[in-house]
């Protein structure tokens, strides 16, 4: 018999579980070679350079993890803004002033951001790391923000809210489809021993909150997909083990290339990806100031 794992199992012995995270779930389905590169390959692969918008994204969500942290009456928007330039990263931008043009952008975000939050209102969790089993597979992850919302009728309800600086404008339809935010949720309940099926993004340069209520079958079905997904992981990654070369390697893991082979760390690895989409540079990926 062989299981999820791609191994062989012992009869009456469990199935080995699937180890994973929603991102590295993506990157298969994303770009299989890309997969491996990121997480089979030894040595690692020596990835590209620091990407500007990374640096800002992580500046950002350092900054209101922190604002968070800080007692009720210490959380005030200008208290953001310096929470955001004490801890600004550096990497990845052209030249100091450019990184300055960029850190006063993010600190105005954050700063009309949480200007429009209740300080009192106190999460469940921030950056909160959650865990579920499941029969396939077991799945974590980092959640940006739990919150415990009242309902007008008196129910509470748990919202994974999941924070997002890029410039690509969102929707609803980004947060019902999104595959994280549905595993996210999951295991939030799973973790907190209640239901939690609502689901935000909050995208900070535009102001816009984009919330999907779940039900129980729509997770369901992104569960469903999520163990699928597993299983061609790890069967894959049991071939890799096994040892493949040359041609195996390509066909057990094919590129994938695209318009979006521009922004791939192991892009300098792939001649397909180069062939696909030019070059970036590292801050190539910021954004102009998007005041809403
Ligand atoms: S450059 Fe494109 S095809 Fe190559 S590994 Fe990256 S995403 Fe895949």
Partial sequence: MTGVSGQAELDGMPARLYPC???????????????RMAYLDRPPVRKGPPWAHNSLGASVHNALANWWRRPVGHRDPAAAGELLDRGWIEEGFANPDQSAHHRRLARDMVERYVAGLDPAAEPRG???????????LVVSGRIDRLDERHAPDGSRTLAVVDYKTGRRRLSVDDARSSLPLALYALAAGHVLR??????????LPTAGVHTFDHTGASLARHLSRAEAIAAECSAADSRFRAGLAGADLDEVFPPRPGPGCGWCDYRAHCPQGQAAA???????????DERP
């Fill in 126 to 136: 921030v950056e909160r790391t959650v865990s579920m089993p499941t029969r396939a």
């Fill in 21 to 35: 995270t929603p991102t590295r779930l993506a990157a298969w389905l994303d770009c299989p070679r890309r997969y």
């Fill in 278 to 288: 030019p070059a970036r540079q590292p801050w190539d990926g910021l954004a102009d």
């Fill in 194 to 203: 209640r239901p939690c099926q609502r689901v935000e993004l909050h995208h």
